[in-house]
C-alpha cells in the first residue's frame, strides 16, 4: 500500500465535493427545464450544448492568457478566479446537456409507439455525444496549433 498524500487526498475530496454539488445543482433544475416543454426539449439540449462549447472557448483563451505571462500580473487571482468558474460553468452545462439528452432518449423510448423510434432516440443521444467529442477536439487541437504558432 503506497504511503498516505495527504495533498493527494485533499484534492480528491475536493474533485469529488465539486462532482456531487454539479450533479445535485442539474439534478434538481432537470425537472423544471422539462416539465411541460415537449417540443422545445431540443432546444434547450442545443442551447446547453452550445453555451458549453463556448465556455470551454472562454477557459482556453483564459488559460493562454495565464500561460502566455499576463499571470504574473496583479490580474493573476482574477484569471485564476475566471478559470475556477469557466471550469465549473463549463461543467455544470455538460452534466445538464447530457442530462437533458438522456431524459429525452428516455422519453423517446418510454413513449414510442414503434421499436423504431427507441432507436431513433438512442441515434439522436449518440450523436450529441458525438458532436460534443468532435467540439471538444477541434476546438482543443485549435488552442493548441495557436499556442504552438502564435501570430
Known amino acids: 500500500m ?6 493527494a487526498r485533499a484534492a480528491e475530496i475536493i474533485v469529488l465535493f465539486q462532482n456531487a454539488l454539479i450533479y445535485t445543482v442539474v439534478l434538481r433544475n432537470i425537472d423544471g427545464l422539462v416539465q411541460d416543454k415537449d417540443h422545445s426539449i431540443v432546444i434547450i439540449i ?3 450544448a452550445i453555451g458549453a462549447a463556448g465556455v470551454y472557448m472562454l477557459e482556453c483563451a483564459v488559460q493562454a492568457e495565464i500561460v502566455n505571462g499576463f499571470a ?4 493573476k487571482p482574477l484569471l485564476e478566479l475566471a478559470d475556477f468558474v469557466l471550469k465549473v460553468g463549463g461543467n455544470i452545462l455538460v452534466q445538464l446537456t447530457s442530462s437533458l439528452a ?3 432518449a428516455i422519453t423517446v423510448f418510454a413513449s414510442a409507439k414503434t421499436l423504431l423510434w427507441g ?3 438512442a441515434f439522436a443521444s449518440l450523436t450529441l455525444l458525438w458532436l460534443l467529442q468532435e467540439t471538444v477536439r477541434t476546438a482543443a487541437a485549435s488552442r493548441e496549433r495557436s499556442r504552438q504558432n502564435p501570430e
Open 102 to 104: 438522456a431524459t429525452l
Open 46 to 48: 442545443i442551447s446547453t
Open 72 to 75: 504574473t500580473s496583479a490580474f
Open 119 to 121: 432507436f431513433a432516440g
Open 2 to 7: 503506497p504511503p498516505f498524500n495527504a495533498a
